[in-house]
């Protein structure tokens, strides 16, 4: 399974995701850190990738594009939160969670807790 982190997701998340073996990249990495949701979709659906980003935007281009989707985990954290605080959510949660279940879901990680939606496409 591979993860691609969106522009807004510290670079530093990066290593997070590596420490776990999981495959991941940031669109900084592949030209994309200006590109459109769409262009990020279109990537990660390229690469079958979930994408981990903080824009809600997400979630209905997820459920409403016609693209084969991998699945999104949108970050709701405060948004004073600073990187470390960002990582270190983050970290709980890919500790924790059955990552198998990431695919073709969107799942919403909020501070403490998280929630897990199926997809169709």
Known sequence: MRFLLDANVPYSSLKIFE???????????????????????????????????????????????????????????PFSFRAEEINATLKNFLETVDIKKLHKSITVLELGKYRIRKIGN
């Open 19 to 77: 420490e776990l073996n999981l495959k991941v990249i940031h669109v900084t990495d592949v030209g994309l850190s200006g590109a459109s949701d769409t262009e990020i979709l279109y990537y990660a659906v390229k690469r079958r990738s979930i994408i981990i980003t903080k824009d809600l935007d997400f979630g209905t281009l997820t459920v409403f594009s016609k693209l084969p989707t991998y699945g999104v985990v949108i970050l709701r954290l």
